[in-house]
Nanobody, 117 residues
Framework: QVQLVESGGGLVQAGGSLRLSCVAS?????MGWYRRAPGKERELVAD???????NYADSVKGRFTISNDNAKNTVALQMNSLKPEDTAVYYC??????????????WGQGTQVTVSS
């Protein structure tokens, strides 16, 4: 029932920045971003829980920052010092309420990030 809508992808030169945003239509627990690069498996980029605890992939630590706005059910990913290897489709994800005592994971449609050298 809860849906995710992503925005902010695009084309940027190496060393540049992009900011991805995701809005959930209802309550979420954790929110985050995964990405899938050509020829690679989907990987966690970063996530954040409702109290602000964050996790980052080692490859993006120090360059990417995840943040949320609980009142608006949104999450953002600020991506700085982008590298060509960051090129991927980025997917917003969230865990949302299911049955009482249960959660389910939902996904956005994905947004393309392309970093040129």
């Amino acid at each position: 029932q809860v849906q995710l809508v992503e925005s902010g992808g695009g084309l940027v030169q190496a060393g540049g920045s992009l900011r991805l945003s995701c809005v959930a239509s209802g309550r979420t627990f954790t929110m985050g971003w995964y990405r899938r690069a050509p020829g690679k498996e989907r990987e966690l980029v970063a996530d954040i829980d409702s109290v602000g605890s964050t996790n980052y992939a080692d490859s993006v630590k120090g360059r990417f920052t995840i943040s949320n706005d609980n009142a608006k059910n949104t999450v953002a990913l600020q991506m700085n010092s982008l590298k060509p290897e960051d090129t991927a489709v980025y997917y917003c994800t969230a865990t949302v309420p299911s049955w009482v005592g249960a959660r389910r994971r939902i996904w956005g449609q994905g947004t393309q990030v392309t970093v040129s050298s």
